[in-house]
């Protein structure tokens, strides 16, 4: 089914390690957002990415860093995780017609 | 800043009767608003949207009403069922300092009691 396929769905990390999650769509959106979803604080704007070859930084960048590979691929880095780094992280697309975003299924990240 | 609020956290509703959610915003440039439902493990899906042109849009079992003078939008689902149970959102169409995007207000988690 066309839609935004997110890996990995679950990570354990310990403080300080670094990892990449990866987010691809199909649906050839130009636009591409990683969330983070936090218990009683909804989804929150990390970076996001309006069109291929360009990103920036929305609410809460700090800790992260995200590369749009190609209009397909988005990904989204933690370079040094941190306990305030757990979370569940949402990928989405969107090209702002009727329907909004198409969300991944999402990535459970926990940091020990 | 501005912001998308929901009135209720959380809701109870027994299996047969409607729910209704609601949803307060604030910035009055909003032009279109979407209620997504997420499932329990899942991400959130689109439900329904309204543009502000409109005041009314109703689907399969799903209605959404804005108020543009008190700057309410509201989620009401008939006959509530199990499947029903989830956490909604209410997301607005913004162009803030992050660009054109979709901020979600903290969700309201709806409870379908047999």
């Known amino acids: 089914n066309a839609g935004v396929t997110q890996t990995p769905k679950f990570q354990v990390l310990k403080t300080g390690q670094s990892m990449t999650l990866q987010c691809a769509q199909d649906?050839?959106?130009?636009?591409m957002y990683w969330y983070r979803q936090d218990p009683g604080m909804g989804l929150r704007l990390i970076y996001y990415?309006?069109?291929?070859?360009?990103?920036d930084k929305g609410e809460v960048p700090n800790g992260y860093n995200v590369s749009r590979l190609n209009k397909r691929e988005f990904s989204l880095r933690l370079e040094s995780a941190a306990p305030s780094q757990t979370s569940v992280y949402f990928c989405?697309?969107?090209?702002?017609?009727?329907?909004?975003?198409?969300f991944g299924s999402g990535t459970r990240l926990t940091v020990v | 800043g501005e912001s998308v609020g929901l009135h209720l956290p959380t809701l109870s509703v027994q299996e047969g009767d409607n729910s209704i959610i609601n949803c307060a915003y604030s910035?009055?440039?909003?032009?279109?608003f979407i209620w997504y439902k997420q499932e329990s493990g899942k991400g959130p899906q689109f439900i329904i949207d309204?543009?502000?042109?409109?005041d009314k849009r109703q689907g399969q079992r799903v209605t959404v009403l804005l108020n543009k003078t008190v700057k309410h939008l509201s989620l009401q689902i008939a006959a509530t069922q199990p499947g029903d149970s989830a956490v909604y959102f209410c997301?607005?169409?913004?162009?803030?300092?992050?660009?054109?995007?979709?901020?979600f207000g903290p969700g309201t988690r709806l409870s379908v009691l047999p």
């Open positions: 649906m050839n959106h130009n636009s």
């Open positions: 997301a607005e169409n913004i162009r803030d300092n992050y660009g054109q995007n979709f901020v």
């Open positions: 990415s309006a069109s291929e070859g360009t990103t």
């Open positions: 989405a697309s969107t090209e702002f017609k009727r329907g909004g975003y198409t």
């Open positions: 309204i543009r502000s042109n409109m």
């Open positions: 910035n009055s440039a909003s032009d279109y």
